[in-house]
């Protein structure tokens, strides 16, 4: 009776495991988004403000993602342009001020691949489900600070309109690619 | 030629200048004979080809701009009630300038909830005032459309200019089709001259008008400074002009007045926000 309640609570163990949470690291992550412009070329720009955390539970090889973006952060190297991508003809940063994707449904495979990721974005207070892309999660310790820290790159496309987002069409891209690369700390 | 006019349309010049100009003076001039329900129907009209082309009758998300959208088409048909209503013309002031100014209360509210009751009260104050004004002397019977029209002509116009160099297209674009909309039920006033319905029209097109105007301060890089002349066009309609004045001199005379301190706002936008940013 005594060794079944031990190897009960053995074979126990790896499902109460708690997950690790990461905090992102601002200085060593990026938010860029693209867009079409006319159908010329390619537009980027980029988000200087954002925050996230990431939880991996190592033993059932899930996690959850949350990454918060300053709408108002919004940055094409062009400042009029960007008080224009600020008002409610695009971002509405003074409306909705935070730019949120949630992902519960990560998964951390062998070797760290991970692939689509499930999730969830509010843009301009309109919340719908949009995949991430994950290229690669490395999860290691950091040479130079020996922190415990893991990275992913990922993509996500979304359809701006679905958000209720429609100035400009269709001579602007009604379709965004959201590039993340993240970097973050172990708690 | 299809790729042609695709272009045209696109143009923000025809999707808020024309198209809505085109719009209410077709509606102003089929509903003529309906004096009072002519100029208001002409206004909604106008307003609707644009908001239909540029962003849609969708409610989804509720944004502000959506709530503007809801308070023009639901002020028109309210407007044209309250004309034939037996109401003093100070208690018709009154009523619209409390209109006005629950209206930019409710626009503005996601942006006043999240700051101190003080600061709420700072900056929503000036918002209120300007468009319980603007509301409410737009709206008052003056019973003459040839100088009310005049009026939120300009006052649509120069908010729209003015808006659009605050950065907001959008806002901006609104404005413009309110104006040009207004435009057009004067062109059919002074054709045929015999529309009614001066406060109905003053009222439909003042009150987004004003809130365009008051959002763009919250919403986009308006200065709330650039409403301190915007808020002097409602008083233009009033300057004494001799009778014997062909119509059309009057009227242009009255618009040119109400444009001046239009001016004085897109100026002020300019020096505060910079150039078009598109």
């Known amino acids: 009776m005594r060794h079944l309640l031990l190897t009960l609570v053995v074979l126990g163990l790896p499902a109460m495991a708690v997950a690790e949470s990461y905090t992102l690291d601002p200085r060593h992550s990026s938010v860029y988004f693209a867009i079409n412009h006319l159908g010329f070329t390619t537009v980027y720009g980029r988000f200087d403000t954002f925050a996230g955390k990431i939880a991996v539970d190592w033993a059932k090889g899930t996690g959850t993602v949350e990454v918060t973006v300053d709408a108002a952060s919004v940055d094409t190297n062009v400042a009029k342009r960007d008080d224009h991508l600020r008002s409610p003809d695009f971002l509405n940063a003074v409306e909705f001020p935070k730019i949120i994707y949630r992902s519960d449904a990560l998964t951390v495979g062998e070797g760290g691949a991970a692939g689509a990721v499930a999730g969830q974005l509010t843009l301009n207070g309109v919340t719908r489900p949009v995949a991430l892309e994950v290229s690669h999660i490395h999860c290691g310790t950091n040479p130079l600070n020996q922190k415990e820290t893991c990275g992913f790159d990922a993509t996500a496309r979304l359809i701006r309109s679905d958000f209720g987002i429609k100035y400009g069409l269709p001579g602007l891209g009604d379709e965004v690619t959201l590039m993340f690369g993240v970097e973050a700390i172990k708690e | ?278």
């Open chain 2, 1 to 278: 030629m299809e790729a042609t006019m695709s272009t045209w349309l696109s143009h923000p010049a025809i999707q808020s200048g024309v198209a809505p100009f085109v719009a209410a003076l077709v509606v102003a001039a089929v509903l003529g004979q309906a004096r009072r329900l002519a100029g208001a129907a002409a206004i909604l009209a106008g307003l609707c080809v644009t908001v239909g082309w540029v962003t849609g009758f969708g409610m989804t998300p509720f944004t502000s701009t959506r709530k503007i959208i809801l308070v023009a088409l639901a002020v028109a048909p309210a407007a044209v009630a309250l004309e034939g209503a037996p109401v003093a013309a100070r208690a018709r002031l009154a009523l619209w300038f409390g209109v006005g100014a629950a209206a930019i209360v409710w626009v503005g509210w996601p942006v006043l909830a999240r700051r101190t009751p003080l600061e709420a009260v700072r900056v929503g104050l000036p918002l209120v005032l300007y468009c319980g004004w603007v509301t409410g002397a737009s709206g008052r019977a003056s019973g003459d459309l040839l100088r009310t029209s005049s009026g939120v002509t300009a006052l649509g116009l120069a908010t729209g200019a003015a808006v659009i160099f605050g950065a907001s297209a959008l806002l901006g674009q609104l404005a413009l089709a309110l104006g040009s909309a207004a435009g057009g039920v004067l062109v059919v006033h002074l054709v045929r001259g015999n529309l009614g319905g001066a406060a109905a029209v003053g009222a439909a097109a003042g009150l987004p008008i004003a809130l365009l105007g008051a959002a763009a301060t919250l919403y986009a890089r308006m200065p709330v400074m650039a409403l301190l002349p915007l808020a002097l066009i409602p008083l233009a309609p009033l300057l004494p002009l001799p009778d014997r004045l062909p119509r059309w001199v009057r009227a242009a005379t009255l618009f040119a007045v109400a444009l001046a301190p239009g001016v004085v706002a897109i100026v002020l936008t300019y020096r505060a926000a910079g150039p078009v940013p598109f």
